[in-house]
């Protein structure tokens, strides 16, 4: 269930895009995912609209979210 070539080179120009217009997101990954998010990680989303509205939203990592995070990170490296 990989990405075809086309969707893969997309993807990485896109990746490279958003690392250029912020440029700590790649090392912030890294620390996170080096220092290991395990099952039981809670984690939260905060967004802002530039009117000022507010959302905020968090989960709870399981096991088939490690699953996944884990298929992501194959996919991509």
């Not at 989303?45 to 968090?58: F, R």
Request: glycine letters at 6%; proline letters at 5%.
């Amino acid at each position: 269930m990989g990405m075809n070539p086309a969707q893969l080179f997309q993807f990485m120009n896109a990746w490279k895009k958003f690392t250029s217009n912020h440029p700590k997101s790649p090392k912030f990954l890294r620390a996170i995912t080096n220092d290991g998010i395990t099952e039981g990680t809670i984690i939260e989303i905060n967004v802002t609209t530039p009117e000022g509205k507010n959302y905020c939203s968090n989960l709870k990592i399981t096991s088939s979210d490690l699953e996944l995070l884990q298929q992501i990170k194959k996919s991509v490296s």
